[in-house]
């Protein structure tokens, strides 16, 4: 099995964690044809993208 590079260790902030970055994921999405994420698929969508990048817990 390969080394991973996600999760990251949860920071305090994250500057490249913004809305835009959802809305890219969403772009991508509808680009290969999936139905645009609209209202209540944002927010948990934004979630998932968070559990994906960032462990649970503090800062290294």
Known sequence: ???R???LP???TDPRFTFGLVIDVT???TTRG???PTGADLVEL???LFGF???DGGDR
């Open 1 to 3: 099995m390969s080394e």
């Open 5 to 7: 590079n996600y999760p």
């Open 10 to 12: 949860r920071p305090a």
């Open 27 to 29: 772009d991508a999405l």
């Open 34 to 36: 999936y139905p645009p």
């Open 46 to 48: 934004q979630q998932a």
């Open 53 to 55: 990048l960032y462990a």
